[in-house]
Structures are given as structure tokens and as C-alpha cells.
């Protein structure tokens, strides 16, 4: 057994930037988090016509832009003028697509710890992932320690990427090798340790849905982080730390406090 060292990033992050109460991969939606105390955040990064990184979930605007088009097909600078505030509610008129860039200036500024989501459309997830490790690593370079690959030696402020694409991850890892990764998934698989070694990943980003105390026990006797999506109940948050989950991201910002911690921090896997 090898216990992983103390999580040292924020344990609870809003969820594409502010949860349900504002627009998804907004400035304004991480505004509205700062204001009810949330100092870490989850975004999806995207890549534009130009390769520029951008904040979007889904490969199209017609759900968050309320046009058509495909993200891929429109430049960052183009897609910094759409509208993806209103389909929310109308205080949110006006709020467009930040870039990465944009984003991360913003969470430096305020001291907002970031778990960025490289969210490649298909056939873009190499591309991706470097571009998103790029900008990135700039924006951070004064904090990313060079042996950072271990658990142990991030500065907590450095930003964590995460992918479901393994190919994502491996690009990053080329560009930035101290950046720290983990690997998303929907359902725990049976070769999450070998995969989680392949890709070189601190930590293991499931759907709180399908994980078992077993498995969580499992995941953090192997050394690995447990974080946990998409948490809204804050029942099922103290359950998911007290089977030694390290983190979570919510969209319940009015129902979860940004402090919540572990009643004893690892007690369920030692
Ligand atoms: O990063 C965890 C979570 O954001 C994954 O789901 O679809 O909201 O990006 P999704
Ligand atoms: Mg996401």
C-alpha cells in the first residue's frame, strides 16, 4: 500500500465556473462563485478555429449561444462576441466566451485555484491537450516545479488538467510534464490502475454516481488522488469524504459550502 500525501488544492470547486447559478465557462460564473467564498473552480477548455484554448463544454453554440455553428469552426477572437449569458437568465446578457488565457489571468488575479477540463472534440484531443498545457504552463511557470510528477511536491496553487481523452493527457504531459493530471471517467474501470500509470496521472476523477467505498479505498491505498463530479447534496458530499474522496466539484453553490472539509481526513482508507 502506498497512502497518497495530503491533497493540497482546495477540496470543493464549483463546477463549470459557477454551478447552476450562472452561465457555464463564464467569467461572470466564476465571479458569482468568488462571491459565495468559492476559491477554486472547474472549467472546460476547448480549442477554437485558430488553436487558441477557449472555455466551452459543448462542441457546438446552440445551447449556451442559442446559434448554430460548430466551437471548431469560429475563431477565438469570433467567439469572445457571442452571447452565452442569456440563455441563462437575462442579468447575464453580454457574457461571452473567455479564452483559457483570459481565464486563468482572472484566477491568478483572485487567487482562484483551477481544475482545468481539457474537453477536445473529436479528433482534436492531441491538439488539445497541448494547447491547453501550453498556456497553462506560461501562465504558471513561476509556480510548477520541475519534479513535479510526484504527489508531493506541487505547490498547492498550481492548476490541475484533467481529460476523459487519454490522448489529451499525453500531449499535455509532453508540453508540460510537471503540470499534475488526472484521468476522467464516467464508471470506475478494471484497469484504472494500469491507465492511471501509463498516463502518468496523480488522480482519478469519477462520477460520484457509480463509486463504491470500495473502490475509493482501493484508489487511495494505490497512492492516487480520488476526486469526485458532480457533486449536489451535501449528504452525499460528506459520504464521498468520508470514503476518502479528496475533492469535489458541485453545481450546488447555495447548498454547499465552499469550506467543507473531511470529518477526518482519509480515516475511511487507512
Ligand atoms: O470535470 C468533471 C466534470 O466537469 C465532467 O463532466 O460534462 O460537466 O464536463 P462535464
Ligand atoms: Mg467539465
Known amino acids: ?16 465556473g459557477g454551478g447552476a447559478l450562472a452561465p457555464e465557462n463564464t467569467i461572470a460564473a466564476i465571479k458569482v462563485g468568488l462571491d459565495r467564498g468559492y476559491r477554486a473552480v472547474e472549467f472546460d477548455a476547448m480549442l477554437a478555429a485558430d488553436e487558441i484554448p477557449v472555455l466551452m463544454h459543448d462542441p457546438t453554440l446552440e445551447r449556451t449561444g442559442r446559434i448554430g455553428g460548430a ?25 461571452t466566451v473567455p479564452t483559457l488565457e483570459r481565464t486563468l489571468r ?12 481539457i474537453k477536445p472534440v473529436p479528433g482534436f484531443e492531441a491538439a488539445t491537450g497541448a494547447a491547453v498545457a501550453s498556456v497553462t504552463s506560461q501562465i504558471y511557470a513561476d509556480l510548477i516545479r520541475p519534479e513535479g510528477e ?36 464516467d464508471e470506475v474501470p478494471s484497469q484504472w490502475r494500469k491507465e492511471l500509470t501509463r498516463l502518468g496521472c496523480v488522480s482519478l476523477h469519477t462520477n460520484h454516481r457509480h463509486l463504491t467505498a470500495a473502490q475509493a479505498r482501493d484508489i487511495k491505498r494505490a497512492g492516487k488522488w480520488l476526486f469526485c463530479y458532480t457533486v449536489n447534496s451535501p449528504q452525499r458530499a460528506r459520504t464521498v469524504f468520508n470514503w476518502g474522496a479528496d475533492a469535489f466539484c458541485t453545481d450546488a453553490l447555495d447548498r454547499i459550502p465552499a469550506d467543507l472539509t473531511p470529518a477526518s481526513p482519509a480515516a475511511a482508507y487507512r
Open 106 to 117: 482572472f484566477c491568478r488575479d483572485h487567487d482562484i485555484w483551477p481544475n482545468i477540463e
Open 150 to 185: 510526484h504527489t508531493d511536491r506541487f505547490d498547492p496553487r498550481t492548476p490541475l488538467l484533467s481529460s476523459f481523452a487519454p490522448d489529451a493527457l499525453i500531449a499535455a504531459r509532453e508540453v508540460a510534464p510537471s503540470l499534475p493530471r488526472g484521468w476522467l471517467v
Open 71 to 95: 466551437v471548431s469552426e469560429l475563431a477565438a477572437a469570433e467567439l469572445e462576441r457571442i452571447d452565452v449569458g442569456g440563455w441563462h437568465s437575462p442579468r447575464f446578457i453580454g457574457e
Open 1 to 16: 500500500m502506498s497512502v497518497a500525501p495530503p491533497w493540497p488544492f482546495p477540496r470543493v470547486l464549483a463546477h463549470r
